[in-house]
């Protein structure tokens, strides 16, 4: 059984008076960081024996010289078993995960331990790293379920997982711990599925050397370099998305190497699940592309624009992602609308759904038409009417608002970070840095610049009609998921998304109704059936938070474990 909150999950035992004790107390000495505690378990013998993939050593001496030189940051352990081999001779193994500065590492390590006037010793100790073993059979018992479905909570359930998926969830009568099975106890917490974030942006940093567009630094960070580094080291904002209980994300447009994130992820306990549209079609020009590579595919005519759709269905593209901006004066809507709609038409023969950024409503509107699936970002030009309402319903269109990205830009205008909306212990040092710099960084804008007065009207516009429309699309019942942008100025890769639960309840959605926005409907708008909810069968992505989500959604700030294809995490050990 195990307990929580611990470090490392583990229950320790004080007493020795059984080879199990001895095994416990052995390993809770690591816990413990406790040298003299973790060496007065082994036999002080020239034949004591250790065991790894490098084959075997011998010796007390060398191994008590090497000992404490690196605790592991985390050391789980579970699935403690001990056959007797005889009356004074046992032998023991348990399940690992060790976490350190390299990374995390699964494994299996045995004791072989020897009854001694002073207790029970080990003599062999071995260990084995398993990385391509799925987790072991664990269940999580006790706390309050909001199974993702808008159901009415379950006291005391179970959910029980194996092999990354979940195997039973329901009440303790209905789901039994089977025997080869730990449990962690969760009395007095809430389990809910991983949170899905609908709209993100690996091919942006999550600050303004990201997008130069917003605010030109490219002197100090060479824009092809910024690039480059994502492309190369996109896992670090893996770990932020897990701390944030962010287990599924859509990247709906960025440069082509996002595409392989997909297959990278797929089965990953260590990163969340992405899926990616790849480069987005742009109604305008967009200058923000790299010699070798383009983020953005100019609609440029008809043809482009359908051989672009087959490309991606070719490329592995989850989706289609139309950047609708009506281009500067004069505006040719017929030619831009018809692009568009090619777009939607190309995307219906080869499968593939149609996303759309169109924040004006005409463009939102226009989209609905072309077949949009997914519209991210809330309408900011005006108030959504009933036609807008219709198209939505007529298409099966899921509505991300994306209330909180405008924020970020404020904030970098302003030249003022608002850190404690977003939980920092979650960001890479690296962006927490240049996000903590913004206040000395970041240039002031003249005040008589037309490009700043002209984005400081386009972010009050949102501010002013985004929370509303949000409102009337949910009462008209059309279905709305969670999505941050995150990657854009200031809106950090997963730790954003409490700013926009938050946002969304206070537009006057219902905690509940967030918390379905947040998973079963983001598991909807991305095309995936195994995840976002807490039912047999589904992947076994979960938090366990410490206060209830159904009083305030801001309680899903308070995360005790993560858990990713049935890998339990604590929030401490995913923190940086």
């Not at 190369?232 to 904002?237: D, H, I, L, S, V």
């Not at 830009?409 to 927490?432: G, H, I, N």
């Not at 984005?455 to 279905?479: C, H, T, Y």
Request: glycine content about 8%; overall charge neutral; proline content about 7%.
């Amino acid at each position: 059984m195990l307990s929580l909150p611990l470090p490392a999950l583990l229950l320790v035992v004080a007493a020795q008076h059984t080879p199990l004790d001895a095994f416990r107390d052995n390993v809770a000495a690591i816990h413990a960081r406790d040298r003299a505690a973790y060496l007065s378990h082994y036999l002080h013998t020239p034949a004591l024996a250790r065991v790894g993939p490098d084959g075997l050593r011998q010796g007390y001496d060398d191994f008590a010289r090497g000992a404490g030189a690196g605790w592991p940051d985390t050391l789980v352990a579970t699935h403690f078993r001990i056959v007797p081999v005889t009356r004074d001779v046992a032998y023991g193994v348990y399940r690992y995960r060790v976490v350190d500065s390299s990374g995390s590492v699964r494994g299996v390590s045995e004791r072989v331990l020897v009854r001694t006037p002073r207790g029970w010793k080990v003599a062999v100790t071995t260990a084995f790293p398993t990385p391509d073993a799925a987790p072991p059979a664990m269940a999580i018992t006790g706390a309050t379920l909001l199974d993702g479905t808008g159901a009415a909570p379950l006291r005391d359930a179970v959910v029980v997982m194996r092999d990354g998926r979940i195997v039973c969830a329901g009440s303790r009568g209905a789901c039994t711990v089977p025997p080869d099975a730990d449990s962690v106890s969760a009395a007095g917490k809430w389990v809910v599925p991983g949170l899905i974030d609908t709209h993100v942006h690996f091919s942006q940093t999550g600050w303004v050397d990201g997008r130069p567009d917003a605010l030109d630094l490219r002197q100090q960070y060479p824009y092809e370099t910024v690039a480059a580094e994502l492309a190369a080291r996109p896992e670090r904002f893996f770990r932020s998305y897990l701390c944030s209980g962010v287990t599924s994300v859509f990247d709906v447009g960025g440069f082509p190497w996002t595409l392989d994130l997909q297959e990278r992820t797929a089965k990953s306990t260590t990163a969340p699940r992405v899926l990616a549209t790849g480069a987005l079609l742009s109604t305008i020009d967009f200058w923000l592309n790299l010699p070798d590579q383009r983020a953005f595919i100019y609609m440029a005519d008809e043809a482009t624009v359908r051989q672009a759709v087959r490309a991606h269905k070719a490329w592995g593209a989850r989706a289609i992602k139309v950047w609708y901006i009506m281009p500067p004066q004069p505006p040719d809507t017929a030619r831009v609308s018809a692009l568009v709609h090619a777009a939607g038409d190309e995307a219906r023969k080869v499968g593939l759904p149609l996303i759309v950024h169109a924040t004006g409503l005409w463009e939102a509107k226009d989209a609905l038409r072309a077949g949009a699936k997914v519209l991210v970002h809330s309408v900011w030009s005006a108030p959504v009417d009933d036609e807008f309402i219709a198209l939505a319903r007529a298409a099966g269109t899921t509505y991300v608002p994306t209330l909180t990205v405008v924020e970020g830009y404020s904030q970098v205008a302003a030249r003022r970070f608002e850190r404690d909306r977003q939980p920092l212990a979650c960001v890479d040092p690296a962006t927490r840095a240049k996000a903590l710099a913004t206040d000395t960084v970041a240039p002031a804008q003249r005040a008589d610049d037309a490009a700043q007065r002209a984005r400081a009207a386009g972010i009050a516009q949102a501010r002013a009609l985004g929370p509303g429309n949000l409102k009337k699309v949910f009462d008209a019942g059309i279905p709305i998921a969670l999505g941050t942008d995150a990657g854009n100025p200031l809106t950090l890769h997963g730790a954003s998304v409490f700013m926009e639960l938050e946002a969304m309840q206070a537009a006057g959605l219902a905690p509940r109704d967030v918390l379905v926005a947040a998973t079963r409907n983001g598991a909807r708008a991305m095309g995936l059936d195994s995840t976002g909810t807490v039912r047999p069968g589904a992947i076994a992505d979960l938090l366990v938070l410490d206060a209830d989500p159904l009083a305030d959604i801001g309680n899903v700030r308070r995360i005790a474990l993560v858990v990713r294809r049935g890998e339990i995490y604590t929030r401490h050990e995913l923190e940086y």
